[in-house]
């Protein structure tokens, strides 16, 4: 079935080091797609999104890359903190429902 | 704006009995929610659709009559897993969709922990 997965499901970073979390969708009628945070016991914290019609959007700290020619699409975290250690879920956006890709967990080492 | 609260943050209950979780919306008019379900080390999936208003959609796989959803106002839905059992215990989050309120994004409730024993 169609779904939204992650290349790697743990990541191990020292601090200040950038982090590359990638995520494949196969559904290409997909027009928006969210990278979350989500730490221990809460609920998904939105990061940054982009539109189909973009292939790069840049946020405080975070850049989402979106290839729509491989269905690719990967969230990179400047110079990683430790408050930054969550595990990190990609959605696309299919009429208001999000369908959420595998996670994966990011531990930043100090 | 478009916080949405979510109650209780956690609950423990006994096998067999049913449990309500509420989902607010504090400061927008929401038609719809989105009831999520989240085992541990497992990734968010979708269960439901609530509608004000209306019946309420479910996913495939989804049982209707044992997570009874009502969306009564535009500010509240509430998800109740009837005849709870152990494998019932898991995170259950709400969300309104993606361009509610003032904001792109869809907005997440904190999360419900519940665990049947």
């Known amino acids: 079935g169609e779904s939204v997965g992650l290349h790697l499901p743990t990541l191990s970073v020292q601090e200040g080091d950038n982090s590359i979390i990638n995520c494949a969708y196969s559904n290409s009628a997909s027009d928006y797609f969210i990278w979350y945070k989500q730490e221990s016991g809460k609920g998904p914290q939105f990061i940054i999104d982009?539109?189909?019609?973009?292939d790069k959007r840049q946020g405080q700290r975070v850049t989402v890359l979106l290839n729509k020619t491989v269905k690719h699409l990967s969230l990179q975290i400047a110079a990683t903190q430790p408050g930054d250690s969550a595990v990190y879920f990609c959605a696309e956006s299919r009429g208001g429902k999000l369908i959420f890709g595998q996670g994966t967990e990011l531990s930043v080492k100090p | 704006g478009a916080v949405v609260s979510q109650h209780p943050s956690w609950v423990i209950c006994k096998s067999g009995t049913s449990v309500k979780i509420e989902c607010r919306s504090l400061?927008?008019?929401?038609?719809?929610m989105f009831w999520y379900r989240q085992f541990p080390k497992q990734s968010l999936m979708l269960m439901a659709t609530?509608?004000?208003?209306?019946?309420?959609?479910?996913e495939q796989g989804v049982e209707k009559d044992k997570f009874l959803i009502n969306h009564a106002s535009l500010t509240l839905s509430t998800l109740t897993v009837t005849s709870a059992h152990p494998e019932d215990s898991s995170f259950y989050i709400c969300?309104?969709?993606?361009?509610?309120?003032?904001?792109?994004?869809?907005?997440f409730g904190q999360g419900t922990r519940l665990t049947v024993v």
């Open positions: 400061d927008f008019q929401a038609t719809t």
């Open positions: 609530s509608n004000e208003g209306s019946k309420a959609t479910y």
């Open positions: 982009i539109r189909s019609n973009m």
């Open positions: 969300s309104a969709p993606p361009g509610t309120g003032t904001r792109a994004e869809a907005f």
